[in-house]
């Protein structure tokens, strides 16, 4: 909602602009050689009033156009103000006429346009090309964020983090200090806003659990820095964008690209790469596809035999529909991780199972998984699925606890993404290969 003062500024501004726009014609009318009279005999003809319609009003270019056309020059419309003042009322009324039947809009083209406008959703395309080319990585500036930043800033970068949320300033501090890096872009127009932030830690190797990244506490020390010899890896493990209204214009790609080279340059002898990513939707997914096999009666095809015996006397159900209903529960409710037994009966099932839906599971012939079509759109390699790598309530509950590596072998990206984005290919390792193989195999695929 435009507040009011807003609503006059404008108002007036737009008085100011008619004002000095009539004051500029005149001085200029004055200006002209003579006043350009027209007979009755000439504007009562439609030979001249056609002319100089034809002359002083210039048809509407197209909309690819509009932008590269000039404006009219002001002297037509003087030259259009002398000839309609020196008409009489009737004359008036044929020349209003004629502006409105063959200088007005065409209301049917209008109509068309807009419903193919509707339907070919051309707006939300040329927006999102023009944001791309506002918004471009050459716009763009990249910010180190830490302790010492604005406190402005590291508020936004705490409200912003959408994947493992800052629990308090204790929470924050860790998360921008020695063996952790937290990166933003920003743009000139938007000072002070961070357009997409990019959570990096610094480990030994390829971390397969976030609680050792965002969870242990170290005790703090009175000079606490980092052991070059320790840092080889480089884990992304959270990457958020802040700005809803650019959904759809990829900045997570060059930002992650940006802070491999800036992280080489700090640390040369990095050589590892990879994500640390969660797996928002496989939950979900999996309840659906239990609901799905259970209404055809398939259920057991999901399990092995012993591994339904194993369910079913773990959960103290009947074989068939009770066992799948007790599955669909344990999953649903979580129960399942205050149980050793349970959770190691259902480890191998839930692994092959994320891999498939990780794998397998496409949407036009690309991952379903909106992160895992990130990653591999930017040319990661799906490299390893981790058990029990996330035990948070939001952990287990999106995904069972499960997270992936998407790998980034810098000699490699390019032809991966040529790969996945022309081809639809997956690249992936006999880990992730394997479990996908094992539900192929358990499921009758």
């Known amino acids: 909602m435009i507040s009011h003062p807003v609503i006059c500024a404008l108002r007036n501004s737009v008085r100011c602009w008619r004002q000095r726009a009539v ?4 001085v200029e009318a004055s200006d002209l050689c003579g006043w350009r009279c027209y007979s009755t005999s000439h504007h009562r003809g439609v030979t001249g009033m ?68 509707l339907d070919t959703q051309d707006l939300n395309g040329t927006l999102k090309s023009l944001l791309s080319e506002w918004f471009s990585v050459g716009l763009l500036r990249l910010e180190r964020i830490t302790w010492q930043s604005p406190c402005e800033i590291l508020q936004k970068i705490s409200q912003y983090e959408a994947v493992h949320p800052v629990r308090n300033w204790t929470d924050l501090k860790r ?16 000072p002070g806003e961070p357009l997409v932030v990019l959570h990096v830690a610094l480990t030994e190797d390829i971390a397969d659990n976030i609680q ?58 990095m050589a590892q790469f990879s ?89 036009r012939g690309y991952a379903l998984n909106p992160v895992a079509n990130f990653h591999l759109q930017n040319g990661a390699t799906m490299w390893r699925l981790n058990w029990n790598a996330d035990t948070s309530p939001r952990g287990v509950a999106n995904s069972c606890g499960i997270m992936v590596n998407y790998r980034y072998f810098l000699n490699e990206t390019s032809t991966n993404s040529a790969l996945y984005l022309q081809n639809k290919v997956i690249t992936a390792t006999e880990q992730v290969l394997g479990l996908v193989s094992q539900f192929q195999k358990n499921s009758k695929l």
């Open 23 to 26: 004051i500029k014609a005149a």
């Open 50 to 117: 056609e002319a100089i319609l034809s002359r002083v009003v210039t048809p509407l270019p197209t909309y690819e156009t509009r932008d590269k056309f000039p404006p009219p020059p002001e002297s037509n419309s003087v030259e259009f103000m002398h000839f309609y003042k020196s008409l009489d009322k009737e004359d008036k009324l044929g020349c209003l006429t004629k502006l409105s039947h063959d200088f007005g809009v065409d209301h049917k083209s209008a109509s068309e346009l807009a419903v193919k406008l």
């Open 175 to 190: 998360r921008v200090g020695p063996y952790r890096r937290c990166y933003a872009f920003t743009h000139a127009a938007m």
């Open 212 to 269: 050792s990244i965002v969870r242990e506490i170290a005790t703090p020390t009175p000079c606490f820095e980092e052991d070059v010899n320790k840092v080889n890896s480089a884990i992304f493990y959270s990457i958020s964008s802040t700005q809803a209204g650019l959904q759809g214009v990829e900045l997570g790609n060059y930002l992650i690209k940006k802070v491999v080279r800036e992280l080489q340059s700090e640390f040369p002898h």
């Open 275 to 363: 994500s640390l990513s969660p797996i928002p939707g496989f939950s979900s997914w999996l309840q659906g596809l239990l609901s799905q096999y259970r209404k055809e009666g398939r259920g057991s095809d999901l399990l092995s035999e012993q591994e339904w015996r194993e369910v079913e006397q773990a959960t103290d159900s009947e074989p068939g529909t009770p066992a799948v209903d007790a599955l669909r529960k344990l999953i649903s409710t979580s129960e399942w991780t205050r149980s050793e037994r349970l959770s190691s009966v259902l480890e191998p099932v839930l692994m092959r199972l994320c891999a498939w839906y990780l794998y397998g599971e496409k949407r």
